[in-house]
């Protein structure tokens, strides 16, 4: 295969995916100097919005392309063009070790889906524990919470079939480079995410196609010889000389294991107590804490793509904003949801937190992003490994207050904001969040080191996005699970303190985004097939 980068085409050649095929066939002939006989395939590797000069919007591409006599091609030079090299993943060495036991995975987000995929594919049979509901039943109560503002602890936009990425936008975008990244985005494709995303700049995968990928993926594991049960709560770990023997499923039924995967997702505050009283070592880590924030979908795309705002070969444009305020502290725009709802994700009663949702279409008529201050363990009431989640709840707790105590959420313009008063009506904005909300203030609820930072912030961010400091623009609060506040430990085998007990994902704090901690569950995965081999039916 040869790789030709920097293809460009204008908005109206790339309109359909059809003229897309067909102009970039045109240019990659002519780039290569073929004629059409001699081409035998080619397939997008990478396609990226260029939008650096907003009256010149335009599609930049990576192409693979297959051809006749591909040596005689490579020894031109022809700028841009490169031969592929190997990038597929790599299956790790299966070990001797045996297995008494079948691997068992707590958990089912994205690193408990895919260490639990990989294992299924090399033949362990995995048991995967998951605390909340299928992906059916988990809508259901989703949207009856949404309704109503009653609170099913299990069933939530955190817990359940798919983890909290189930119920977001399904962004695949990530910092790290790795094979890995191909292998998930190849398994979501196969199980009905579009194709785009394997090769778009930012991936996603939407929240209404993600509830029936994740379903088709979990039966492929079933179908390997794989288990997956729902309304499993993992309560206890049962553990002799330092080595995981067993878990407690509901304080009742003890499954044995001499491998334990661990991907409880960063809202398994009653989990890291259990894992603390067992002995399991656990440190603090930093997170960030602020708001949701949300405008006009139509503000952001003239923002970002200017007189070309709605072209059809355009969707909803999206934003990424960093500042670095006067206090040391970092202002940024988090999980940008273009078209999307903000949500809220509150899972313990008398405490409330948002996030952001989006569907493929990305079509609703306001753009959402969390607006988040970096915080550390500095700012924790204690130096106790779990101070981080106390720090979290006491804003959750708040934000549940101000809003009336039945789950509406505070929010605040952001005019009012800036000039330090509560709100009192809405103006161009309408919030997109269910049940309800509650004119509040943002002050009221959030430590002045964090809304000073933001307001810092929001005229810094206006300048790149005009209008992101607009008057109606809605904060909605409060945004306070960007990350796991814990971290628990492991070494370089990625074993905790206790032997066979193998952290992962987000919930242990290495990774952050559906993407990485798929990486990260694949990787705990490895360990285990390099240890192990499967115990036989």
Same mark, same amino acid.
């Given at each position: /295969?040869?790789?030709?980068?920097?293809?460009?085409?204008?908005?109206?050649?790339?309109?359909?995916?059809?003229?897309?095929?067909? *102009?970039?066939?045109?240019?990659?002939? !002519?780039?290569?100097?073929?004629? %059409?006989?001699?081409?035998?395939?080619?397939?997008?590797?990478? !396609?990226?919005?260029?939008?650096?000069?907003?009256?010149?919007?335009?599609?930049?591409? +990576?192409?693979?392309?297959?051809? !006749?006599?591909?040596?005689?091609?490579?020894?031109?030079?022809?700028?841009?063009?490169?031969?592929?090299?190997?990038?597929?993943?790599?299956?790790?060495?299966?070990?001797?070790?045996?297995?008494?036991?079948?691997?068992?995975?707590?958990?089912?987000?994205?690193?408990?889906?895919?260490?639990?995929?990989?294992?299924?594919?090399?033949?362990?049979?995995?048991?995967?524990?998951?605390?909340?509901?299928?992906?059916?039943?988990? #809508?259901?109560?989703?949207? &009856?919470?949404?309704? +109503?503002?009653? =609170?099913?602890?299990?069933?939530?936009?955190?817990? $359940?079939?798919?983890?909290?990425?189930?119920?977001?936008?399904?962004?695949?975008?990530?910092?790290?480079?790795? +094979?890995?990244?191909?292998?998930?985005?190849?398994?979501?494709?196969?199980? $009905?995410?579009?194709?785009?995303?394997?090769?778009? *700049?930012?991936?996603?995968?939407?929240?209404?196609?993600?509830?029936?990928?994740?379903?088709?993926?979990?039966?492929?594991?079933?179908?390997?010889?794989?288990?997956?049960?729902?309304?499993?709560?993992? @309560?206890?770990?049962?553990?002799?000389?330092?080595?995981?023997? $067993?878990?407690?499923? *509901?304080?009742?039924?003890?499954?044995?294991?001499?491998?334990?995967?661990?991907?409880?997702?960063?809202?398994?505050?009653?989990?890291?107590?259990?894992?603390?009283?067992?002995?399991?070592?656990?440190?603090? !880590?930093?997170?960030s804490i602020g708001v949701r924030i949300e405008h006009p979908q139509k503000l952001i795309d003239q923002s970002q793509y200017g007189k070309q705002a709605g072209h059809p070969a355009l969707g909803s444009a999206d934003y990424k904003l960093s500042y670095h305020a006067k206090n040391g502290r970092t202002a940024y725009t988090f999980c940008m949801c273009p078209g999307g709802f903000v949500v809220n994700s509150s899972s313990e009663e008398?405490? =409330?937190?948002?996030?952001?949702?989006?569907?493929?279409?990305?079509? &609703?008529?306001?753009?959402?992003?969390?607006?988040?201050?970096?915080?550390?363990?500095?700012?924790?009431? #204690?130096?106790?490994?779990?101070?981080?989640?106390?720090? &979290?709840r006491q804003f959750e707790r708040k934000a549940f207050a101000f809003g009336g105590k039945n789950f509406h959420a505070p929010i605040q313009l952001v005019g009012d904001f800036l000039n330090r008063q509560k709100s009192a009506k809405l103006g161009e904005v309408t919030p997109s969040i269910r049940p309800g909300y509650v004119f509040s203030s943002m002050d009221e609820i959030l430590p002045d080191y964090i809304t000073d930072c933001m307001?810092?912030? =929001?005229?810094?961010?206006?300048?790149?996005?005009?209008?992101?400091?607009?008057?109606?623009?809605?904060?909605?609060?409060?945004?306070?699970?960007?990350?796991?506040?814990?971290?628990?430990?492991?070494? %370089?085998?990625? &074993?905790? *303190?206790?032997?066979?007990?193998?952290? /992962?994902?987000?919930?242990?704090?290495?990774?952050? $985004?559906?993407? @990485? #901690?798929?990486?990260?569950? /694949?990787?705990?995965?490895?360990?285990?097939?390099?240890?192990?081999?499967?115990?036989?039916?």
């Amino acid at each position: /295969m040869i790789r030709i980068t920097e293809l460009k085409l204008s908005l109206d050649q790339a309109i359909t995916k059809e003229s897309e095929r067909r *102009n970039l066939k045109k240019q990659l002939l !002519k780039k290569l100097s073929l004629s %059409e006989n001699m081409l035998l395939s080619f397939s997008l590797y990478k !396609k990226a919005i260029d939008a650096r000069k907003r009256d010149q919007v335009h599609f930049v591409y +990576t192409v693979d392309v297959s051809i !006749k006599n591909e040596d005689a091609t490579l020894s031109k030079p022809i700028p841009h063009v490169k031969k592929v090299e190997d990038e597929g993943y790599r299956e790790v060495t299966q070990g001797n070790t045996p297995l008494n036991h079948r691997p068992v995975i707590i958990g089912f987000g994205p690193s408990g889906m895919f260490a639990a995929l990989l294992l299924a594919r090399r033949g362990y049979r995995p048991v995967v524990l998951e605390r909340g509901p299928n992906a059916l039943e988990r #809508s259901e109560k989703i949207e &009856q919470f949404f309704r +109503t503002g009653i =609170l099913d602890q299990d069933g939530t936009i955190l817990f $359940g079939e798919g983890g909290a990425g189930t119920f977001s936008d399904g962004k695949l975008t990530t910092q790290i480079t790795d +094979t890995r990244c191909r292998y998930i985005s190849e398994a979501l494709v196969k199980h $009905g995410a579009d194709e785009e995303i394997l090769y778009i *700049n930012r991936p996603h995968v939407g929240t209404d196609v993600l509830r029936h990928v994740v379903v088709s993926l979990r039966k492929e594991i079933e179908a390997l010889g794989g288990e997956v049960r729902f309304h499993a709560h993992v @309560s206890d770990l049962v553990l002799k000389n330092n080595q995981i023997e $067993g878990v407690v499923v *509901n304080g009742k039924e003890t499954i044995p294991c001499e491998v334990c995967l661990l991907g409880i997702g960063h809202s398994a505050r009653d989990t890291y107590p259990m894992l603390q009283e067992k002995g399991i070592s656990l440190s603090q !880590k930093p997170f960030s804490i602020g708001v949701r924030i949300e405008h006009p979908q139509k503000l952001i795309d003239q923002s970002q793509y200017g007189k070309q705002a709605g072209h059809p070969a355009l969707g909803s444009a999206d934003y990424k904003l960093s500042y670095h305020a006067k206090n040391g502290r970092t202002a940024y725009t988090f999980c940008m949801c273009p078209g999307g709802f903000v949500v809220n994700s509150s899972s313990e009663e008398g405490m =409330l937190c948002t996030n952001g949702m989006s569907e493929q279409a990305r079509d &609703q008529v306001n753009a959402n992003s969390a607006f988040l201050v970096s915080v550390t363990p500095e700012d924790y009431p #204690s130096k106790d490994p779990l101070a981080g989640v106390e720090y &979290q709840r006491q804003f959750e707790r708040k934000a549940f207050a101000f809003g009336g105590k039945n789950f509406h959420a505070p929010i605040q313009l952001v005019g009012d904001f800036l000039n330090r008063q509560k709100s009192a009506k809405l103006g161009e904005v309408t919030p997109s969040i269910r049940p309800g909300y509650v004119f509040s203030s943002m002050d009221e609820i959030l430590p002045d080191y964090i809304t000073d930072c933001m307001r810092e912030a =929001l005229p810094f961010f206006d300048q790149k996005i005009k209008g992101f400091a607009m008057k109606d623009a809605i904060l909605t609060g409060v945004e306070a699970r960007s990350s796991s506040p814990v971290r628990i430990n492991r070494n %370089e085998d990625f &074993q905790s *303190n206790i032997s066979g007990l193998i952290p /992962m994902g987000e919930g242990a704090g290495y990774s952050g $985004g559906i993407m @990485s #901690s798929a990486v990260d569950g /694949m990787k705990c995965a490895e360990q285990v097939i390099l240890k192990f081999k499967p115990k036989k039916p």
